[in-house]
């Protein structure tokens, strides 16, 4: 290829990111002198559409819909719950519920005032409509105690009521939704109107674009940006260096350079989690000595080091970050060992064949393996480890067959227990530590595909509810203590690693974006939390 057509192909991303931005424009109000338009790379485009009921059941989904709907409470920079729709709040152990005081400048996009009513309905309407990110399977019922005044009424003691529930849950516009049926099919304009810092303008599922534009009533003072533009980029380095988006995710290995650009460079080290899903429902995954061959099989230290360029940590194996609060270092460990994973293998009854590698009963063990392109760097790559770990898994003499799929087919696999091995990840292992009951148990997943739904050790389950109950801190630590203890047993799900997820954004726009500890919501780690662009 000349330089002349190759000099093209590099201007060509360019030029659609520009076009792009053209064709969104017309779409939105003027904005006021000094509130910037700020653009957002993405490299996939689509996370459905931002509300409770149709954003895609990831961590990026539920972003977009933080935008446009606001809950009772919310975490600021340091990880701590501030007041949202709610001024205050209290817990009366006695009556077992909560009581919340509502701002009473807050108010709906359509103009009509947030009252204690909606958050009452709303209680009701998710207890009749989950989804996977409110489960209200702990909430009893609530009531409007007062003008602004709601109170939620728990079943038993639950510890994580604030972090799970009030900052996690969306309030919803009873005036809208009173009368909707089906909430999973609506999807009229009304279904889009929130009470948070921006409002829903427009989604291109082809051009994979978003719009937001800054809702001039919010309540906590007008955002700081005019609008928000999510952009699909399949370089989200070139375009953040051309100017063409703001804020991008990028590899670690660029944030040098990129602060030589004067742009600021975030990195969070255990926000996210790789892990390996196993379907234990199947033999011989059913039998904990295998998972825990696989364990021994896989060397995680040599995954991060050649897949990921030792850009990551280890993980632990009883799922919780080693920076929380919460986290037990004294673990059982699997340091890598093809002869004991052998060994394990043979005490279940296999035998290697010529050439080394294990059957049963004539029968050849071969596992399928699922692997999709991930995101690196905002940029859709294949997937490295599956190969690393096809190779690890043939020196312990397990044949592997990898099979690529598109990320939403590797999900609805694992969802419907349609395979053998399959490499996935989530966030939340910083948060609340709930997400032990909501990545282990079925009892508490709410559909998510990344949740174990491990039901097989009865010790194992009754200490995930008590844990929940446990509102006395040093009670809690102990039970979750001996919860990680038996994760790190059982291997429902094996933990691999935790990568460094990088961005770059650009300060000059006066908008100081952040990673929230803990994570937004449930523990998500990205750092576009809603608090960067209000007040000042």
């Given at each position: 290829?000349?330089?002349?057509?190759?000099?093209?192909?590099?201007?060509?991303p360019?030029?659609?990111?520009?076009?792009?931005?053209?064709?969104?424009?017309?779409l939105?109000?003027?904005?006021?002198?000094?509130?910037?338009?700020?653009?957002?790379?993405?490299?996939?485009?689509?996370?459905?559409?931002?509300?409770?009921?149709?954003?895609y059941?990831?961590?990026?989904?539920?972003?977009?819909?933080?935008?446009?709907?606001?809950?009772?409470?919310?975490?600021?920079?340091?990880?701590?719950?501030?007041?949202?729709?709610?001024?205050?709040?209290?817990?009366?152990?006695?009556?077992?519920?909560?009581?919340?005081?509502?701002?009473?400048?807050?108010?709906?996009h359509?103009?009509?005032?947030?009252?204690?009513?909606?958050?009452?309905?709303?209680?009701?309407?998710?207890?009749?409509?989950?989804?996977?990110?409110?489960?209200?399977?702990?909430?009893?019922?609530?009531?409007?105690?007062?003008?602004?005044?709601?109170?939620i009424?728990?079943?038993?003691?639950?510890?994580?009521?604030?972090?799970?529930?009030?900052?996690?849950?969306?309030?919803?516009?009873?005036?809208?939704?009173?009368?909707?049926?089906?909430?999973?099919?609506?999807?009229e304009?009304?279904?889009?109107?929130?009470?948070?810092?921006?409002?829903?303008?427009?989604?291109?599922?082809v051009?994979?674009?978003?719009?937001?534009?800054?809702?001039?009533d919010?309540?906590?003072g007008?955002?700081k940006?005019?609008?928000?533009?999510?952009?699909?980029?399949?370089?989200?380095?070139?375009?953040?260096?051309?100017?063409?988006?703001?804020?991008?995710?990028?590899?670690?290995?660029?944030?040098?350079?990129?602060?030589k650009?004067?742009?600021?460079?975030?990195?969070?080290?255990?926000?996210?989690?790789?892990?390996?899903?196993?379907?234990?429902?199947?033999?011989?995954?059913?039998?904990r000595?295998?998972?825990?061959?696989?364990?021994?099989?896989?060397?995680?230290e040599?995954?991060?080091?050649?897949?990921?360029?030792?850009h990551?940590?280890?993980?632990?194996?009883?799922?919780?970050?080693?920076?929380?609060?919460?986290?037990?270092?004294?673990?059982?460990?699997?340091?890598?060992d093809?002869?004991?994973?052998?060994?394990?293998?043979?005490?279940?009854?296999?035998?290697?064949?010529?050439?080394?590698?294990?059957?049963l009963?004539?029968?050849?063990?071969?596992?399928?393996?699922?692997?999709?392109?991930?995101?690196?760097?905002?940029?859709?790559?294949?997937?490295?480890?599956?190969?690393?770990?096809?190779?690890?898994?043939?020196?312990?003499?397990?044949?592997?067959?990898?099979?690529?799929?598109?990320?939403?087919?590797?999900?609805?696999?694992?969802?419907?227990?349609?395979?053998?091995?399959?490499?996935s990840?989530?966030?939340g292992?910083?948060?609340?530590?709930?997400?032990?009951?909501?990545?282990?148990?079925?009892?508490?997943?709410?559909?998510?595909?990344?949740?174990?739904?491990?039901?097989?050790?009865p010790?194992?389950e009754e200490?995930?509810?008590?844990?929940?109950?446990?509102?006395?801190?040093?009670?809690?630590?102990?039970?979750?203590?001996?919860?990680?203890?038996?994760?790190?047993?059982?291997?429902?799900?094996?933990?691999?690693?935790?990568?460094?997820?990088?961005?770059?954004?650009?300060?000059?726009?006066?908008?100081?974006?952040?990673?929230t500890?803990?994570?937004?919501?449930?523990?998500i780690?990205?750092p576009?939390?809603?608090?960067?662009?209000?007040?000042?």
């Amino acid at each position: 290829m000349n330089s002349g057509a190759s000099s093209n192909r590099c201007l060509w991303p360019a030029i659609l990111l520009a076009a792009i931005c053209l064709t969104l424009l017309p779409l939105l109000g003027p904005a006021r002198a000094g509130e910037p338009t700020v653009r957002i790379a993405d490299g996939r485009g689509d996370w459905g559409l931002p509300n409770p009921f149709h954003h895609y059941p990831r961590g990026p989904g539920y972003i977009h819909m933080s935008w446009v709907f606001d809950t009772l409470v919310w975490k600021d920079h340091r990880g701590e719950l501030v007041p949202a729709l709610a001024n205050s709040w209290a817990y009366e152990p006695q009556r077992q519920a909560f009581t919340f005081q509502m701002n009473p400048q807050a108010q709906w996009h359509d103009g009509t005032p947030v009252t204690a009513a909606d958050v009452a309905f709303t209680i009701d309407l998710f207890q009749r409509h989950p989804t996977p990110w409110v489960n209200l399977k702990e909430i009893s019922h609530a009531e409007v105690t007062g003008s602004r005044q709601v109170t939620i009424f728990l079943r038993h003691p639950y510890a994580p009521f604030l972090a799970d529930i009030g900052g996690t849950m969306p309030i919803m516009p009873a005036h809208i939704w009173r009368e909707v049926e089906e909430p999973t099919s609506f999807t009229e304009p009304g279904a889009f109107i929130g009470s948070g810092p921006f409002r829903f303008i427009d989604f291109n599922k082809v051009q994979g674009t978003y719009l937001y534009e800054a809702f001039a009533d919010y309540y906590q003072g007008r955002p700081k940006a005019a609008r928000l533009i999510y952009l699909r980029s399949s370089q989200p380095l070139v375009a953040l260096s051309r100017g063409e988006v703001d804020l991008a995710a990028i590899q670690p290995e660029m944030a040098d350079a990129l602060k030589k650009q004067n742009f600021t460079v975030l990195c969070d080290e255990r926000g996210w989690n790789r892990k390996l899903m196993i379907n234990h429902r199947r033999p011989p995954f059913s039998d904990r000595r295998f998972r825990q061959a696989l364990a021994h099989a896989i060397d995680r230290e040599a995954l991060i080091a050649q897949a990921q360029r030792g850009h990551a940590r280890p993980a632990s194996y009883g799922l919780l970050s080693k920076d929380h609060s919460l986290y037990n270092p004294d673990l059982p460990d699997y340091a890598p060992d093809p002869a004991k994973a052998r060994a394990l293998l043979e005490e279940m009854g296999y035998t290697a064949d010529a050439e080394g590698f294990y059957q049963l009963e004539g029968r050849p063990l071969i596992v399928e393996l699922l692997v999709s392109n991930i995101t690196a760097g905002g940029q859709s790559v294949p997937n490295r480890d599956g190969e690393k770990i096809r190779r690890q898994l043939a020196r312990a003499g397990i044949r592997v067959e990898l099979v690529n799929m598109e990320q939403a087919v590797t999900d609805q696999r694992i969802r419907d227990w349609q395979f053998d091995l399959a490499l996935s990840g989530h966030g939340g292992v910083a948060g609340d530590a709930r997400i032990l009951n909501e990545m282990i148990s079925p009892n508490y997943s709410g559909g998510s595909v990344n949740s174990a739904r491990f039901d097989a050790n009865p010790e194992l389950e009754e200490l995930l509810a008590t844990q929940l109950r446990a509102m006395e801190p040093d009670e809690r630590r102990r039970l979750v203590h001996r919860i990680q203890e038996l994760h790190a047993l059982e291997l429902p799900a094996m933990p691999l690693y935790y990568p460094d997820a990088c961005v770059a954004y650009n300060p000059r726009l006066g908008i100081d974006w952040f990673y929230t500890p803990g994570g937004v919501g449930k523990g998500i780690p990205i750092p576009q939390n809603k608090l960067s662009v209000i007040g000042e």
